[in-house]
Nanobody
Framework: VQLQASGGGLVQAGGSLRLSCVAS????????LGWFRQAPGKERELVAA????????YYTDSVKGRFTISRDNAKNTGYLQMNSLKPEDTAVYYC????????????????WGQGTLVTVSS
């Protein structure tokens, strides 16, 4: 599938943003969805993930209780609601698709969208 992420921007600490990821192409396949981020000088990390039907989710510890991942398969769209943003959340955020593999393993994600920049000011 082809993925396109959007929704990034500049926000003050404590604010909120909602990222969207629209899928096209082979959307008839059952793919799991993940959100990754990469901050300057740091490795890309898996932030949140959700299975195709939404039955299981994953969050990295630093975002638990603040971020919520969801998806609307009828719209071929996934979301990442980010609340209580902190300066350390500043990064380029990517969405990625995973076909029938573990949602917890970064290397399972094979289809990537372009990133969207999130900047959180203090």
């Amino acid at each position: 599938v082809q993925l396109q992420a959007s929704g990034g921007g500049l926000v003050q600490a404590g604010g909120s943003l909602r990222l969207s990821c629209v899928a096209s192409g082979r959307t008839d396949t059952n793919y799991h969805l993940g959100w990754f981020r990469q901050a300057p000088g740091k490795e890309r990390e898996l932030v949140a993930a959700i299975t195709y039907r939404g039955g299981r989710t994953y969050y990295t510890d630093s975002v638990k209780g603040r971020f919520t991942i969801s998806r609307d398969n009828a719209k071929n769209t996934g979301y990442l609601q980010m609340n209580s943003l902190k300066p350390e959340d500043t990064a380029v955020y990517y969405c990625a698709a995973n076909h029938y593999a573990s949602i917890y393993t970064s290397t399972s994600y094979t289809d990537w969208g372009q990133g969207t920049l999130v900047t959180v000011s203090s």
